[in-house]
């Protein structure tokens, strides 16, 4: 009975493994969505954390189809931090119009700039411009910003101004 089982569950494995479906196959977006289109979101969370009055987190989740040479600009990832925010995690995965993996980053492979005026230096800002060999391609941003030792009021009026 043991030979049964240690031989059902690899084969088991292997079926369950061709059967799933690929989330991002750029074959299942509808068509009147592609219709003059650059690009195409196919999934975005965006959360934001308040841990205390000056400590908190924002993570975001994003997936977006590139259709042609002209959605080129959603394959450039761009992330300023100085003393109050800080990329805590980054990863970027590319897939194929199939829907398979073709590359991943992570947040080493990113790029590492300083940034600001006057003598010390302000902040920094990681990127990094992902290559597509063709299109229709898919990218996969999950990224995490901790922000600390800022009132979230005071962050609030920064990242999103009144209309006055």
Excluded at 41 to 66: G, N
């Amino acid at each position: 009975m043991k030979k049964i089982i240690v031989t059902a569950i690899p084969v088991l494995m292997l079926f369950l493994g061709f059967s799933q479906e690929k989330l991002y196959d750029v074959s299942k977006i509808p068509e009147e969505l592609k219709k003059n289109a650059y690009s195409v979101i196919r999934e975005e969370q965006l959360t934001f954390d308040i841990k205390s009055i000056d400590k908190a987190t924002y993570k975001v989740h994003k997936a977006v189809t590139i259709l042609n040479e002209n959605g080129r600009s959603e394959l450039i990832f761009h992330e300023f931090t100085d003393q109050f925010r800080s990329l805590e995690s980054a990863s970027i995965q590319l897939f194929d119009s199939k829907g398979n993996s073709v590359q991943k980053y992570k947040r080493s492979d990113l790029l590492k700039q300083t940034a600001g005026d006057g003598l010390v230096p302000d902040g920094k800002v990681y990127y990094i411009e992902v290559p597509a060999a063709s299109y229709p391609v898919t990218i996969l941003v999950d990224y995490e910003i901790k922000f600390t030792g800022c009132s979230i009021t005071r962050l609030m009026q920064f990242n999103y101004p009144s209309n006055r």
